[in-house]
């Protein structure tokens, strides 16, 4: 057997479907300029009596234009029973397509770039649209994100992932919805059902002004599995300050 053959066999087992991380979270489309922001995300999840899985990450972003936000994060993670240890960099860009409020829906585009430690992972890269709309108090979010890695060194194909949220925006201070995450395999031949990855839950925003342009904005979800290979269980939380 060639001394890369076990590597390229994990990849085709394990390349089939790309876990999004605990940390993840829900894109928006839109776009302040100016605006500065020091992002702390963190999330942990759960399934069986398998080991916690958790991650953080944390970034600093600014509004560079009009309709371009651009942010670079360290990423960090721990699982099988492990210590935390450094997993990647990270360089999230987001375009604001429309003008906000101008059109039904707000429509945006993400890309992501990442350079995980392990380099056989190669480079990752996520891109798709984000949609919002608005319903008096209710703002809905839809995304359609793609992932693949390039120059793995496993073969791979690209993957499908959505995002969701529904929220009340009851007060600034104080919002509730709920927030749903998926990844559904090969963008084009999706896994079958019983591989696909669902989890749903309920979830709290808020914005506290501190005066002076600066602001704590937060948002949090309790997400259960909706789907065999789901996560039983995760939470999941990000904090920014804005300045």
């Known amino acids: 057997m060639k001394p890369y053959a076990p590597l390229l066999v994990a990849g085709a087992l394990f390349a089939p479907m790309a876990m999004a991380g605990p940390a993840d979270y ?12 020091i992002d702390f995300k963190a999330g942990a999840a759960r399934k069986g009596d398998d080991p916690r899985e958790s991650a953080f990450s944390i970034g600093f972003g600014y509004g560079a234009k ?31 397509l429309t003008e906000t409020g101008r059109y039904p829906v707000d429509v945006g585009f993400l ?9 056989t992972e190669g480079w990752e890269v996520k891109w798709g649209p984000l949609f919002q709309t608005e319903f008096g108090k209710f703002q809905l979010n839809g995304n359609l994100l793609f992932q693949r890695n390039y120059r793995a060194g496993f073969p791979n194909d690209t993957q499908f ?10 007060l600034p201070r104080f919002e509730f919805g709920l927030q749903g995450f ?13 591989e696909r990855i669902h989890t749903v839950g309920p979830a ?18 309790w ?10 269980r995760t939470l999941r939380m990000q904090v920014e300050y804005e300045f």
Do not use: C
């Open 26 to 37: 829900v894109h928006t489309p839109t776009v302040e300029y100016g605006e500065k922001e």
């Open 161 to 170: 992932q959505y995002q969701w949220q529904a929220k009340y925006r009851w």
């Open 223 to 232: 997400l259960l599995g909706s789907s065999r290979a789901a996560p039983d």
């Open 204 to 221: 709290v925003f808020g914005k506290i002004p501190l005066g002076n342009h600066q602001a704590i904005k937060y948002n949090a979800a």
């Open 182 to 194: 998926g990844e559904m395999g090969k963008w084009n031949d999706w896994a079958p059902r019983d």
């Open 66 to 96: 009009e309709w371009w936000f651009t942010e670079l994060y360290a990423k960090y993670k721990r699982e099988n029973y492990e210590g935390t240890k450094f997993d990647a960099i990270e360089w999230e860009n987001k375009f604001q």
């Open 111 to 119: 890309l992501e770039i990442e350079r995980p430690e392990d380099r």
